[in-house]
C-alpha cells in the first residue's frame, strides 16, 4: 500500500519560513512526478509546486521566488521550502505523485500551515 506521509506544517507569523516534507513508500520513487498543491478554507485545490523525476520544477506564479520544491531519491522524500510566508499562503498542504505531472495517482493526508500574527 502506497504512502504519502507529509510533516513539517505548523503556525508561522508572516514573513516566516517553513520546510515541508513528503515521505513517499514508492517502490520506484525516483520515477514519479512529485508535487505539493493546497487548499484554503471554501476554495479549490490549487497546484503549488511539482518536480519531475528527472528534477525539473514547475511553480504556481504565486509562490515563484519564495517557495522551492526538491527531492531526495534516495531517502524517497520531497521537500517544499516556504520563505516570505504570507497570510494568504495559509493552507491544507498535500503532497502527490504520479507517473506523469497530469497524472495524480497517490495523495498525502495534508499537513495544516497557518501563517497569522
Known amino acids: 500500500q502506497v504512502q504519502l506521509v507529509e510533516s513539517g506544517g505548523g503556525l508561522v507569523q508572516p514573513g516566516g519560513s517553513l520546510r515541508l516534507s513528503c515521505a513517499a513508500s514508492l517502490t520506484i520513487f525516483r520515477m514519479y512526478v512529485m508535487g505539493w498543491y493546497r487548499q484554503a478554507p471554501g476554495k479549490q485545490r490549487e497546484l503549488v509546486a511539482v518536480?519531475?523525476?528527472?528534477?525539473?520544477?514547475n511553480y504556481a506564479d504565486s509562490v515563484k521566488r519564495r517557495f522551492t520544491i526538491s527531492r531526495d531519491n534516495a531517502k524517497n522524500t520531497v521537500y517544499l521550502q516556504m520563505n516570505s510566508l504570507k497570510p494568504e499562503n495559509t493552507a491544507v498542504y498535500y503532497c502527490?505523485?504520479?507517473?506523469?505531472?497530469?497524472?495524480?495517482?497517490?495523495w498525502g493526508q495534508g499537513t495544516q500551515v497557518t501563517v497569522s500574527s
Open positions: 502527490s505523485a504520479g507517473l506523469s505531472v497530469a497524472a495524480r495517482d497517490y
Open positions: 518536480i519531475t523525476s528527472g528534477g525539473s520544477t
